[in-house]
């Protein structure tokens, strides 16, 4: 079992930024091979933003690109979701997944871009 923290989230102007913290205990002593950040807005399925490999391969939503960045902290078994230029678009629950299919999912942390 794994059990996922998510921190960070919160209101922001747009052009804001945000850093999204989420750090995985329960198998610490194993590396999960798969992290990554889903969102999901009002009346929307959630979808992915990004997501990190344990060997440091990234994968990125176009929506995002070149305005979020993430990456692994260390211990290993945390990644950040780094959020510029943030967009009213933005605004969503933002969930830290760990794994592979169904994985480990996170409580969500909201996130509302506003002026």
């Known amino acids: 079992q794994v059990q996922l923290v998510e921190s960070g989230g919160g209101l922001v102007q747009p052009g804001g930024s945000l850093r999204l913290p989420c750090a995985a205990s329960g198998r610490a002593y194993t590396i999960i091979n798969v992290m990554g950040w889903y969102r999901q807005a009002p009346g929307k399925q959630r979808e992915l933003v990004a997501d990190i490999t344990s060997g440091g391969r990234t994968n990125v939503a176009d929506s995002v690109k070149g305005r979020f960045t993430i990456s692994r902290g260390n211990p290993k078994n945390t990644v950040y979701l780094q959020m510029n230029s943030l967009k009213p678009e933005d605004t969503a629950v933002y969930y830290c997944?760990?794994?592979?299919?169904?994985?480990?999912w996170g409580q969500g942390t909201q996130v509302t871009v506003s002026s």
């Open positions: 997944k760990a794994g592979i299919g169904t994985g480990f």
